[in-house]
Nanobody
Framework: QVQLVESGGGLVQAGGSMRLSCAAS?????????MGWYRQAPGKQRELVAVLASGGSINYANSVKGRFTISRDNAKNTMYLQMNSLKPEDTAVYYC??????????????????WGQGTQVTVSS
């Protein structure tokens, strides 16, 4: 399984922006089929934020459409989540995830075999 390390979290005011990064180990990144971002707020289940397939398909949660952008840079073995117009309800621990398997679209949380340790994003009102 690929190893994933998130970075870029922190504290931001509502309306601000933040970019999260997810660094993948080695050249395995080039054969990762689907990568994505999930988040988990206190007392809530982990939920999808955005997923990106190697072929270019993208799926966003309705709550972040138009505000968040997922992307990847194969040369840098890194996936990104650009978050704009942040809201207090975006506060959560954000996790990146990856799978090398061919999965149905959009994938489900159980389809991802590799997870990062998470990075805290806090949006103050």
């Amino acid at each position: 399984q690929v190893q994933l390390v998130e970075s870029g979290g922190g504290l931001v005011q509502a309306g601000g922006s933040m970019r999260l990064s997810c660094a993948a180990s080695g050249s395995i990144f080039s054969v990762t089929n689907v990568m994505g971002w999930y988040r988990q707020a206190p007392g809530k289940q982990r939920e999808l934020v955005a997923v990106l397939a190697s072929g270019g398909s993208i799926n966003y949660a309705n709550s972040v459409k138009g505000r968040f952008t997922i992307s990847r840079d194969n040369a840098k073995n890194t996936m990104y989540l650009q978050m704009n117009s942040l809201k207090p309800e975006d506060t959560a621990v954000y996790y990146c995830a990856a799978t090398r398997r061919t999965v149905k679209w959009p994938p489900e949380r159980a389809d991802f075999g590799s997870w990062g340790q998470g990075t805290q994003v806090t949006v103050s009102s």
